[in-house]
């Protein structure tokens, strides 16, 4: 899952229920899809992807949208059926206490955005981008019929990921223990009701659990009374998305990028796929069934700049070191601590995205040698038994 920070321009900045706690903890605050957020805490991005990585941090995620699906009829198969009819995943057959990934299409089969869809028995949840919420929901409200009702949730949202992440959350909520990856139910967390799933943004082992705004600051500071968590900010959280490789709505994917394009058609079962039992029926259908079948013209890949300097968003990739024209973009990019070396990932042509082929990205006029590398550079470290 993913968020951009595109939109986020001059209105008002709104602060999260856990603000206060950031400023008071020295987060260094900026403008993010709308919101005041920490991009990094005294530490520092390196410090705080390497707490990630090697024991378990907080981040903050409560700018992102929850929003909650009901039948009028009661069952919950009505409602997936509904939700369905804009997503190409299979939500029928989501198993009552489990979630999953997917996005939201346009008639050219571009990405709207993508979200987490969650099956709590008796509901949908799904979790949506920051940035592009309020355009959801109205898609939500506009497409829906009105056998289902659509709910805005009021709820803070953080993540705790990490190796350690299970040891902390278990203190407090015994029975997260015994959660796999990708599953969601509801649990008591130092006493307040939660949503708890099991999954993450960071290529390690972790939870999300939504919550109360009031209990917010509460269970926060108890996760973090922990010797083994501390806070993150949204620097390592997209050093280590990008060491996962993971995508970024608004980056490297969008209304312009196909879900084949992106290689996400893992997230695209077989029935909704030509000849499944629900096949298309989705917005963009037509050409997204036609690329699985056929494939796309481009595609994501992995990129490994050759030396130290970083190659950021926006550079393009040429097949020359001078002269020739661009054949493909780079859409994000940083250095990745994990691996102590620049990473980047982009888009290039189908025919030339084989591991080891190599490019020339611009960057500030000189161009730099990257090859092609298989993703993700940090292998994730999931619980899925």
């Given at each position: 899952?993913?968020?951009s920070d595109?939109?986020?321009?001059?209105?008002?900045?709104?602060?999260?229920?856990?603000?206060?706690?950031?400023?008071a903890?020295?987060?260094?605050?900026?403008?993010?899809?709308?919101?005041?957020?920490?991009?990094?805490?005294?530490?520092?991005?390196?410090?705080?992807?390497?707490?990630?990585?090697?024991?378990?941090?907080?981040?903050?995620?409560?700018?992102?949208?929850?929003?909650?699906?009901?039948?009028?009829?009661?069952?919950?198969?009505?409602?997936?059926?509904?939700?369905?009819?804009?997503?190409?995943?299979?939500?029928?057959?989501?198993?009552?206490?489990?979630?999953?990934?997917?996005?939201?299409?346009?008639?050219?089969?571009?990405?709207?955005?993508?979200?987490?869809?969650?099956?709590?028995?008796?509901?949908?949840l799904?979790?949506?981008?920051?940035?592009?919420?309020?355009?959801?929901?109205?898609?939500?409200?506009?497409?829906?019929?009105?056998?289902?009702?659509?709910?805005r949730?009021d709820?803070a949202?953080?993540?705790?990921?990490?190796?350690?992440?299970?040891?902390?959350?278990?203190?407090?909520?015994?029975?997260?223990?015994d959660?796999?990856f990708?599953?969601?139910?509801?649990?008591?967390?130092?006493?307040?009701?939660?949503?708890?799933?099991?999954?993450?943004?960071?290529?390690?082992?972790?939870?999300?659990?939504?919550?109360?705004?009031?209990?917010?600051?509460?269970i926060?500071?108890?996760?973090?009374?922990?010797?083994?968590?501390?806070p993150?900010g949204?620097?390592?959280?997209?050093?280590?998305?990008?060491?996962?490789?993971?995508?970024?709505?608004?980056?490297d994917i969008?209304?312009?990028?196909?879900?084949?394009?992106?290689?996400?058609?893992?997230?695209?079962?077989?029935?909704?796929?030509?000849?499944?039992e629900?096949?298309?029926?989705?917005?963009?259908?037509?050409?997204?069934?036609?690329?699985?079948s056929?494939?796309?013209d481009?595609?994501?890949?992995?990129?490994?700049?050759?030396?130290?300097?970083?190659?950021?968003?926006?550079?393009?990739?040429?097949?020359?070191?001078?002269?020739?024209?661009?054949?493909?973009?780079?859409?994000?990019?940083?250095?990745?601590?994990?691996?102590?070396?620049?990473?980047?990932?982009?888009?290039?042509?189908k025919?030339?995205?084989?591991?080891?082929?190599?490019?020339?990205?611009?960057?500030?006029?000189?161009?730099?040698?990257?090859?092609?590398?298989?993703?993700?550079?940090?292998?994730?470290?999931?619980?899925?038994?």
């Open positions: 899952m993913s968020d595109a939109g986020a321009a001059s209105a008002p900045l709104e602060k999260t229920a856990l603000y206060d706690l950031h400023v903890r020295g987060g260094r605050m900026v403008g993010f899809a709308g919101y005041e957020m920490p991009v990094q805490f005294p530490p520092g991005i390196l410090k705080e992807h390497q707490q990630t990585r090697e024991a378990a941090g907080l981040f903050d995620v409560s700018h992102m949208g929850q929003l909650a699906i009901t039948a009028n009829s009661g069952a919950i198969g009505d409602a997936a059926l509904a939700l369905e009819t804009l997503v190409p995943a299979d939500v029928k057959s989501l198993p009552t206490g489990r979630q999953r990934y997917a996005f939201f299409t346009n008639e050219e089969g571009g990405i709207l955005d993508d979200l987490m869809i969650a099956n709590l028995g008796d509901r949908l799904l979790v949506v981008n920051a940035a592009t919420k309020t355009a959801d929901e109205a898609l939500l409200r506009s497409n829906l019929p009105d056998t289902v009702r659509l709910e949730l709820r949202l953080i993540a705790l990921q990490g190796p350690k992440a299970v040891d902390a959350l278990r203190k407090l909520a015994p029975e997260a223990g959660m796999r990708m599953d969601v139910r509801q649990l008591n967390v130092g006493g307040v009701p939660c949503t708890v799933s099991r999954s993450g943004y960071t290529g390690e082992d972790g939870f999300e659990i939504s919550l109360p705004q009031d209990a917010a600051i509460t926060a500071e108890a996760l973090l009374a922990d010797d083994n968590v501390e993150i949204l620097g390592a959280r997209d050093s280590l998305r990008l060491e996962a490789g993971l995508c970024l709505y608004g980056n969008d209304t312009g990028t196909t879900p084949v394009e992106a290689g996400l058609t893992w997230a695209i079962p077989r029935s909704r796929r030509a000849g499944g629900r096949a298309g029926g989705f917005p963009g259908d037509t050409v997204i069934l036609q690329q699985l056929e494939g796309s481009r595609l994501r890949v992995g990129l490994l700049p050759e030396g130290r300097a970083p190659v950021r968003a926006g550079a393009q990739l040429f097949q020359e070191e001078s002269g020739g024209v661009a054949v493909g973009t780079v859409t994000s990019g940083g250095f990745g601590p994990s691996l102590g070396r620049p990473v980047a990932m982009g888009y290039v042509p025919a030339l995205a084989t591991a080891g082929t190599r490019f020339f990205a611009d960057v500030r006029g000189k161009r730099l040698p990257v090859d092609v590398a298989e993703l993700p550079f940090h292998k994730p470290d999931y619980k899925r038994t």
